[in-house]
C-alpha cells in the first residue's frame, strides 16, 4: 500500500513539473509586475531628441491560447532640445494607462514571441518650442503596436522584452506647432509573477490523503 501511495505522489509530482513547463501563458493566468521602458520622441519638427523613459505597472492575461490581454500604467518623461536660442534640454512629464491584445505565438514555450496592438489613455504638459508650458488641452490618446518576447524562469516569473511605436494625437509634446502629430518609440523590459489555478491537482492530493487515512 505505501509503494503505491509513493508511486502515485510521485506521478502527481511529475504531472505538476510537466505542467510548469509546458503551460506557461495557458487559459486563466494572470501576471502582475512591474515594467521600465526608454522613449524616444520622434516629433515632427527641428526640436532635437533625446532619450527619456517611463516606468510602472505590468499587466497579463490570458483568457484563451495564442491571446493575451495586456496592460500598462506609469509615468514617463520624454526629453528634448528646444530649438530657440539659448538652447535648453526640456521635459515633457505624461500618466497613462493603456491596454493592448497581443498575438502569442507560443503560448506553451519557455520563449513566447507575440505581436500586439492597442491604444492608452494620457494626460500630459503640452510644450511651446521654447519650452514653456502651453495652456490647453493635457488630455490625449496614443495608438501604439509593436513585438516582444515573453522569457519564462519558471511557472510563476517571466521577463517581458519588448519594442513598440507610438503614434500620438498632438503635436506639442517638443514645443513644434506643425501639423503633423508627434511619435516616439519605446523599447523596454517587464518582470511578472504569475497567478493560475492549481485547483484540479489541489483536490486530487486532498482526496488522496483522505483515501489514505481510511
Given at each position: 500500500m505505501r509503494t503505491l501511495q509513493r508511486c502515485t505522489i510521485?506521478?502527481?509530482v511529475c504531472a505538476v513539473a510537466v505542467t510548469s513547463l509546458f503551460t506557461q501563458t495557458r487559459s486563466g493566468k494572470l501576471g502582475i509586475g512591474v515594467s521600465?521602458?526608454?522613449?524616444?520622441i520622434l516629433g515632427d519638427g527641428k526640436a532635437q531628441s533625446?532619450?527619456?523613459g517611463d516606468g510602472g505597472a505590468s499587466l497579463f492575461y490570458s483568457?484563451?491560447?495564442?491571446?493575451?490581454?495586456?496592460?500598462?500604467?506609469g509615468i514617463g518623461k520624454l526629453r528634448w532640445e528646444t530649438v530657440t536660442i539659448p538652447k535648453r534640454t526640456k521635459i515633457t512629464d505624461y500618466l497613462y494607462g493603456g491596454g493592448y491584445i497581443s498575438l502569442d505565438m507560443s503560448p506553451t514555450s519557455v520563449l513566447n514571441p507575440f505581436i500586439f496592438g492597442g491604444g492608452a489613455v494620457v494626460?500630459?504638459?503640452?510644450?511651446?518650442?521654447?519650452?514653456?508650458f502651453k495652456p490647453g488641452n493635457i488630455f490625449d490618446i496614443h495608438i501604439s503596436g509593436g513585438a516582444g518576447v515573453d522569457y519564462f524562469l519558471?511557472?510563476?516569473?517571466?521577463?517581458?522584452?519588448?519594442?513598440?511605436?507610438?503614434?500620438t494625437g498632438s503635436r506639442y509634446y517638443n514645443g513644434d506647432d506643425t501639423s503633423g502629430k508627434d511619435s516616439f518609440l519605446r523599447a523596454g523590459v517587464e518582470i511578472r509573477y504569475y497567478f493560475f489555478d492549481q485547483s484540479?491537482?489541489?483536490k486530487l492530493l486532498d482526496a488522496l490523503k483522505e483515501r489514505y487515512k481510511k
Open positions: 510521485v506521478l502527481l521600465g521602458n526608454l522613449d524616444y533625446k532619450l527619456g483568457p484563451t491560447n495564442y491571446l493575451g490581454l495586456r496592460a500598462n500604467f494626460f500630459f504638459t503640452p510644450r511651446r518650442a521654447d519650452g514653456t519558471s511557472e510563476f516569473w517571466s521577463i517581458t522584452f519588448k519594442g513598440e511605436y507610438v503614434y484540479v491537482i489541489k
